[in-house]
Protein backbone atom coordinates (compact mmCIF):
# COMPACT_ATOMS: atom_id res chain seq x y z
CA UNK A 1 0.00 0.00 0.00
CA UNK A 2 1.37 3.22 -0.65
CA UNK A 3 0.92 6.41 1.62
CA UNK A 4 2.51 9.20 -0.78
CA UNK A 5 1.09 12.63 -0.26
CA UNK A 6 -0.46 11.65 3.71
CA UNK A 7 1.01 13.75 6.51
CA UNK A 8 2.64 11.99 8.84
CA UNK A 9 0.13 12.91 12.01
CA UNK A 10 3.69 13.43 14.03
CA UNK A 11 5.93 15.75 12.22
CA UNK A 12 3.15 16.80 9.74
CA UNK A 13 5.43 16.20 6.39
CA UNK A 14 3.34 14.18 3.61
CA UNK A 15 4.69 11.16 2.43
CA UNK A 16 7.07 10.31 -0.27
CA UNK A 17 7.57 7.39 -2.21
CA UNK A 18 10.91 6.67 -0.47
CA UNK A 19 10.25 7.32 2.90
CA UNK A 20 10.28 4.23 5.82
CA UNK A 21 6.75 4.42 6.81
CA UNK A 22 5.50 1.96 9.26
CA UNK A 23 1.44 2.14 10.65
CA UNK A 24 0.70 1.23 13.63
CA UNK A 25 -0.74 -2.30 14.62
CA UNK A 26 -4.15 -1.20 16.63
CA UNK A 27 -5.28 1.05 14.19
CA UNK A 28 -3.27 1.53 11.09
CA UNK A 29 -2.19 5.25 11.22
CA UNK A 30 1.27 5.01 9.04
CA UNK A 31 4.38 7.59 10.33
CA UNK A 32 7.66 7.72 9.26
CA UNK A 33 9.85 4.84 11.23
CA UNK A 34 11.64 7.26 13.24
CA UNK A 35 8.48 9.36 14.00
CA UNK A 36 7.16 6.37 15.59
CA UNK A 37 10.29 5.41 17.60
CA UNK A 38 10.16 9.34 18.63
CA UNK A 39 6.35 9.60 19.64
CA UNK A 40 7.20 6.18 21.62
CA UNK A 41 4.55 4.09 19.15
CA UNK A 42 1.07 5.92 17.17
CA UNK A 43 0.49 9.50 17.62
CA UNK A 44 -3.40 7.93 18.18
CA UNK A 45 -2.93 5.78 20.94
CA UNK A 46 -5.35 7.63 23.06
CA UNK A 47 -8.15 7.02 20.60
CA UNK A 48 -7.60 3.39 20.73
CA UNK A 49 -9.72 2.28 23.13
CA UNK A 50 -12.80 4.33 21.20
CA UNK A 51 -12.07 1.21 18.47
CA UNK A 52 -10.29 4.56 16.22
CA UNK A 53 -9.59 2.83 13.38
CA UNK A 54 -7.16 5.33 10.43
CA UNK A 55 -9.14 5.84 7.02
CA UNK A 56 -7.55 6.85 3.86
CA UNK A 57 -8.03 10.11 3.44
CA UNK A 58 -10.76 10.16 0.22
CA UNK A 59 -9.15 12.46 -2.02
CA UNK A 60 -5.83 10.29 -2.28
CA UNK A 61 -6.65 7.29 -4.58
CA UNK A 62 -4.12 4.14 -3.34
CA UNK A 63 -3.67 0.92 -4.32
CA UNK A 64 -2.14 -2.35 -3.16
CA UNK A 65 -1.08 -5.50 -4.64
CA UNK A 66 -3.33 -4.19 -8.05
CA UNK A 67 -6.66 -3.59 -5.66
CA UNK A 68 -7.78 -0.18 -5.93
CA UNK A 69 -9.25 1.26 -2.46
CA UNK A 70 -10.46 4.48 -4.01
CA UNK A 71 -14.37 5.15 -3.15
CA UNK A 72 -14.49 2.35 -0.46
CA UNK A 73 -16.66 2.96 2.55
CA UNK A 74 -15.21 2.74 5.75
CA UNK A 75 -17.26 -0.92 6.67
CA UNK A 76 -15.86 -2.34 3.20
CA UNK A 77 -12.41 -3.66 4.81
CA UNK A 78 -10.94 -4.04 8.21
CA UNK A 79 -6.83 -3.23 9.18
CA UNK A 80 -4.97 -6.22 10.40
CA UNK A 81 -4.41 -5.22 14.24
CA UNK A 82 -0.97 -7.27 13.57
CA UNK A 83 0.52 -6.11 10.23
CA UNK A 84 -1.67 -3.04 9.31
CA UNK A 85 -2.81 -4.40 6.38
CA UNK A 86 -6.42 -3.53 5.27
CA UNK A 87 -8.49 -6.26 4.25
CA UNK A 88 -11.95 -6.52 2.91
CA UNK A 89 -15.20 -6.92 5.43
CA UNK A 90 -15.86 -10.47 4.66
CA UNK A 91 -12.53 -12.11 5.23
CA UNK A 92 -12.21 -13.92 8.49
CA UNK A 93 -7.98 -13.48 8.89
CA UNK A 94 -5.94 -11.28 7.76
CA UNK A 95 -4.74 -12.35 3.61
CA UNK A 96 -0.96 -11.63 4.73
CA UNK A 97 0.23 -12.54 8.17
CA UNK A 98 -2.95 -14.95 9.05
CA UNK A 99 -3.68 -12.69 12.22
CA UNK A 100 -8.09 -13.38 13.60
CA UNK A 101 -9.71 -9.97 12.41
CA UNK A 102 -11.30 -8.19 15.00
CA UNK A 103 -15.52 -8.55 14.71
CA UNK A 104 -14.91 -11.58 11.74
CA UNK A 105 -16.98 -13.89 14.01
CA UNK A 106 -14.48 -16.62 13.19
CA UNK A 107 -13.07 -18.94 16.08
CA UNK A 108 -9.41 -20.34 15.88
CA UNK A 109 -9.90 -24.50 16.40
CA UNK A 110 -8.12 -25.78 19.30
CA UNK A 111 -5.78 -27.32 17.10
CA UNK A 112 -5.32 -24.89 14.37
CA UNK A 113 -1.72 -23.03 14.21
CA UNK A 114 -1.26 -20.28 16.00
CA UNK A 115 1.92 -18.28 15.61
CA UNK A 116 3.03 -16.27 18.50
CA UNK A 117 5.73 -13.50 18.53
CA UNK A 118 6.76 -15.17 22.25
CA UNK A 119 8.94 -17.52 20.65
CA UNK A 120 5.85 -20.04 21.13
CA UNK A 121 6.54 -19.88 24.78
CA UNK A 122 4.05 -22.21 27.03
CA UNK A 123 1.50 -23.65 25.79
CA UNK A 124 -0.39 -21.99 23.35
CA UNK A 125 -2.75 -19.13 24.18
CA UNK A 126 -6.49 -19.28 24.58
CA UNK A 127 -7.46 -18.00 21.28
CA UNK A 128 -11.36 -16.78 22.27
CA UNK A 129 -9.93 -14.81 25.00
CA UNK A 130 -6.08 -13.76 24.26
CA UNK A 131 -4.14 -12.42 21.77
CA UNK A 132 -0.45 -11.15 22.16
CA UNK A 133 -0.77 -8.31 19.24
CA UNK A 134 -4.21 -6.94 21.06
CA UNK A 135 -0.95 -5.77 23.77
CA UNK A 136 -0.45 -1.96 22.24
CA UNK A 137 3.46 -1.78 24.07
CA UNK A 138 4.01 -4.96 22.35
CA UNK A 139 2.65 -4.32 19.07
CA UNK A 140 4.42 -0.47 19.12
CA UNK A 141 7.90 -3.00 19.94
CA UNK A 142 7.55 -5.07 16.98
CA UNK A 143 6.75 -2.29 14.54
CA UNK A 144 9.96 -0.05 15.46
CA UNK A 145 12.20 -2.61 16.23
CA UNK A 146 10.90 -5.90 14.18
CA UNK A 147 10.29 -9.07 15.09
CA UNK A 148 13.64 -10.67 15.40
CA UNK A 149 15.21 -7.82 18.01
CA UNK A 150 15.96 -9.21 21.59
CA UNK A 151 16.62 -7.76 24.39
CA UNK A 152 19.55 -10.82 25.79
CA UNK A 153 17.74 -13.40 25.37
CA UNK A 154 14.21 -12.57 25.68
CA UNK A 155 11.53 -10.67 22.53
CA UNK A 156 11.74 -7.26 22.61
CA UNK A 157 7.73 -7.72 22.23
CA UNK A 158 7.84 -9.40 25.78
CA UNK A 159 10.31 -6.87 26.99
CA UNK A 160 7.53 -4.30 26.16
CA UNK A 161 4.70 -6.16 27.56
CA UNK A 162 6.63 -5.84 30.95
CA UNK A 163 7.80 -2.52 31.19
CA UNK A 164 4.66 -1.22 29.56
CA UNK A 165 4.62 2.88 29.57
CA UNK A 166 7.67 4.35 27.35
CA UNK A 167 8.39 0.59 26.37
CA UNK A 168 9.39 2.05 22.89
CA UNK A 169 12.17 4.52 24.81
CA UNK A 170 13.31 2.02 27.17
CA UNK A 171 13.68 -0.94 24.62
CA UNK A 172 16.00 1.64 22.60
CA UNK A 173 18.16 2.44 25.52
CA UNK A 174 18.59 -1.47 26.35
CA UNK A 175 19.36 -2.74 22.81
CA UNK A 176 21.90 0.32 22.44
CA UNK A 177 23.60 -1.05 25.63
CA UNK A 178 24.05 -4.12 24.54
CA UNK A 179 25.24 -3.06 21.57
CA UNK A 180 27.82 -0.61 22.88
CA UNK A 181 28.51 -3.33 25.45
CA UNK A 182 28.00 -0.57 27.94
CA UNK A 183 26.18 -0.22 31.73
CA UNK A 184 26.10 3.43 31.40
CA UNK A 185 23.30 5.33 29.70
CA UNK A 186 21.85 8.66 30.79
CA UNK A 187 18.42 8.55 31.70
CA UNK A 188 16.72 11.67 32.84
CA UNK A 189 13.95 10.64 35.01
CA UNK A 190 16.34 8.40 37.17
CA UNK A 191 18.72 11.57 37.58
CA UNK A 192 16.26 14.03 38.63
CA UNK A 193 13.89 11.86 40.82
CA UNK A 194 16.12 9.05 41.86
CA UNK A 195 14.89 7.10 44.70
CA UNK A 196 11.01 8.18 43.42
CA UNK A 197 11.64 6.76 39.69
CA UNK A 198 12.71 3.52 41.41
CA UNK A 199 9.59 3.03 43.59
CA UNK A 200 7.30 4.32 40.18
CA UNK A 201 9.01 1.87 38.25
CA UNK A 202 8.77 -0.86 40.47
CA UNK A 203 12.62 -1.37 41.45
CA UNK A 204 11.93 -1.67 45.12
CA UNK A 205 15.64 -2.75 46.08
CA UNK A 206 17.30 -0.17 44.40
CA UNK A 207 15.07 2.67 45.74
CA UNK A 208 15.36 1.13 49.51
CA UNK A 209 19.56 1.34 48.75
CA UNK A 210 19.01 4.97 47.50
CA UNK A 211 16.64 5.96 50.46
CA UNK A 212 19.29 4.01 53.19
CA UNK A 213 22.30 6.46 50.94
CA UNK A 214 20.43 9.55 51.22
CA UNK A 215 19.42 8.73 55.03
CA UNK A 216 23.08 8.32 56.05
CA UNK A 217 23.94 11.12 53.82
CA UNK A 218 21.75 13.19 56.49
CA UNK A 219 22.77 12.18 59.28
CA UNK A 220 27.24 12.18 58.25
CA UNK A 221 26.21 16.40 57.28
CA UNK A 222 24.52 16.76 60.89
CA UNK A 223 27.21 15.14 62.94
CA UNK A 224 30.77 15.96 60.37
CA UNK A 225 30.40 19.84 60.12
CA UNK A 226 29.70 20.11 63.88
CA UNK A 227 32.69 17.40 65.20
CA UNK A 228 34.88 19.44 62.45
CA UNK A 229 34.15 23.01 63.97
CA UNK A 230 34.26 21.40 67.40
CA UNK A 231 38.13 20.69 66.57
CA UNK A 232 39.12 23.08 64.31
CA UNK A 233 36.78 26.49 65.28
CA UNK A 234 35.77 26.04 69.32
CA UNK A 235 34.03 29.43 69.24
CA UNK A 236 31.96 28.95 66.27
CA UNK A 237 30.91 25.83 67.19
CA UNK A 238 30.13 27.06 70.96
CA UNK A 239 27.89 30.05 69.39
CA UNK A 240 26.03 27.27 67.61
CA UNK A 241 25.12 25.36 70.30
CA UNK A 242 24.04 28.10 72.20
CA UNK A 243 22.02 28.85 69.77
CA UNK A 244 20.25 25.45 69.31
CA UNK A 245 19.50 25.34 73.00
CA UNK A 246 18.12 28.89 72.81
CA UNK A 247 16.39 27.76 70.19
CA UNK A 248 15.00 24.89 71.74
CA UNK A 249 14.28 26.43 74.66
CA UNK A 250 12.24 29.36 72.73
CA UNK A 251 10.26 26.40 70.95
CA UNK A 252 9.12 24.90 74.41
CA UNK A 253 7.82 28.47 75.44
CA UNK A 254 6.22 28.76 72.38
CA UNK A 255 3.91 25.25 72.52
CA UNK A 256 3.53 25.98 75.93
CA UNK A 257 1.72 29.36 75.26
CA UNK A 258 0.00 28.11 72.18
CA UNK A 259 -1.98 30.43 69.96
CA UNK A 260 -1.17 34.12 71.88
CA UNK A 261 3.07 33.28 71.78
CA UNK A 262 4.40 35.95 70.48
CA UNK A 263 7.08 34.52 67.79
CA UNK A 264 9.84 37.16 66.57
CA UNK A 265 12.38 35.44 69.00
CA UNK A 266 11.83 32.33 67.63
CA UNK A 267 12.18 33.39 64.09
CA UNK A 268 14.88 35.36 64.90
CA UNK A 269 16.93 32.45 66.51
CA UNK A 270 15.71 30.19 63.40
CA UNK A 271 18.01 32.79 61.06
CA UNK A 272 20.69 32.56 63.43
CA UNK A 273 20.73 29.01 62.95
CA UNK A 274 19.92 28.79 59.66
CA UNK A 275 23.23 31.85 58.63
CA UNK A 276 25.49 29.54 61.45
CA UNK A 277 28.59 28.40 59.17
CA UNK A 278 28.13 24.79 61.20
CA UNK A 279 24.82 24.87 59.36
CA UNK A 280 26.26 26.10 56.08
CA UNK A 281 28.29 23.76 55.76
CA UNK A 282 26.03 21.02 56.62
CA UNK A 283 23.83 21.86 53.98
CA UNK A 284 26.45 22.41 50.98
CA UNK A 285 27.96 18.69 52.17
CA UNK A 286 24.80 17.31 52.15
CA UNK A 287 23.50 18.98 48.65
CA UNK A 288 26.75 17.83 47.01
CA UNK A 289 26.15 14.25 48.13
CA UNK A 290 22.87 13.95 46.80
CA UNK A 291 23.74 15.60 43.28
CA UNK A 292 26.80 13.54 42.88
CA UNK A 293 24.70 9.98 43.69
CA UNK A 294 21.77 11.67 41.43
CA UNK A 295 24.28 11.93 38.46
CA UNK A 296 25.60 8.29 39.31
CA UNK A 297 22.05 7.26 39.20
CA UNK A 298 21.08 8.82 36.45
CA UNK A 299 23.93 7.48 34.42
CA UNK A 300 23.55 3.38 36.05
CA UNK A 301 19.63 3.58 36.02
CA UNK A 302 19.07 2.46 32.81
CA UNK A 303 21.16 -0.72 33.16
CA UNK A 304 19.76 -1.27 36.68
CA UNK A 305 15.97 -1.41 35.24
CA UNK A 306 17.43 -3.86 32.44
CA UNK A 307 19.14 -6.02 34.78
CA UNK A 308 15.75 -6.11 36.94
CA UNK A 309 13.53 -6.28 33.92
CA UNK A 310 15.26 -9.79 32.42
CA UNK A 311 15.22 -10.87 35.81
CA UNK A 312 11.53 -11.06 36.55
CA UNK A 313 11.14 -12.14 32.91
CA UNK A 314 12.66 -15.17 33.45
CA UNK A 315 11.29 -15.40 36.87
CA UNK A 316 7.94 -15.40 34.96
CA UNK A 317 9.25 -18.32 32.37
CA UNK A 318 9.60 -20.30 34.94
CA UNK A 319 6.35 -19.80 37.53
CA UNK A 320 4.11 -19.54 34.77
CA UNK A 321 2.10 -22.96 33.89
CA UNK A 322 0.89 -21.72 30.76
CA UNK A 323 1.29 -18.74 28.28
CA UNK A 324 -1.87 -17.10 29.57
CA UNK A 325 -0.52 -17.27 32.90
CA UNK A 326 2.72 -16.23 31.50
CA UNK A 327 1.27 -12.63 30.16
CA UNK A 328 -0.31 -11.95 33.40
CA UNK A 329 2.88 -12.44 35.48
CA UNK A 330 4.49 -10.26 33.00
CA UNK A 331 1.97 -7.75 33.62
CA UNK A 332 1.77 -7.86 37.25
CA UNK A 333 5.67 -7.56 37.46
CA UNK A 334 6.01 -4.76 35.27
CA UNK A 335 4.55 -1.67 34.91
CA UNK A 336 4.63 1.47 36.94
CA UNK A 337 3.17 2.17 40.16
CA UNK A 338 1.99 5.49 41.46
CA UNK A 339 1.00 4.03 44.40
CA UNK A 340 4.94 3.18 45.32
CA UNK A 341 6.23 7.01 45.31
CA UNK A 342 4.16 7.55 48.95
CA UNK A 343 7.16 5.01 50.07
CA UNK A 344 9.76 7.56 49.89
CA UNK A 345 7.90 10.17 51.01
CA UNK A 346 6.78 8.19 54.42
CA UNK A 347 10.48 7.51 54.86
CA UNK A 348 11.30 11.34 54.09
CA UNK A 349 8.62 12.24 57.43
CA UNK A 350 10.28 9.40 59.32
CA UNK A 351 13.63 10.74 59.18
CA UNK A 352 12.15 14.22 59.76
CA UNK A 353 10.53 13.68 63.05
CA UNK A 354 13.62 10.82 63.79
CA UNK A 355 16.03 14.07 63.48
CA UNK A 356 13.57 16.36 65.42
CA UNK A 357 12.33 14.94 68.31
CA UNK A 358 15.46 11.90 68.44
Not at 12 to 30: A, L, Q, R, W, Y
Not at 106 to 113: A, D
Not at 218 to 229: E, G, H, K, L, R
Not at 323 to 342: D, F, K, P
Request: glycine share 6%.
Amino acid sequence: MTYTGIECPVCSKKFSDTDDIVVCPICGTPHHRECFAKNGGCANRDRHQEGFIWQMPQNIPHTDGGRDYQGYNAGDFKICPRCGEKNQSFEPVCTRCGERLKGSGRTIQENEPFNTPFGGYGDRPNPNNFSPYQNVFAADARTVYGEDAKIEDIPVTEVAEYVQKDSVKYIGKFLSMEEKKSKISWNWSAGIFSAFWCFYRKLTAAGIALIAIFFSFYMFSATIPAYIYKTQNPAVYEEYQQTVVALTDEMQSVLTEGASADLSAYYSLLRELVASPVSVTSYVMVASLFVLTSVVFGFLGNYFYKRKTVKDIRMCRQFAVDSMSYHMYLRQRGGVSLANILIPVICYMLVNMITTYF
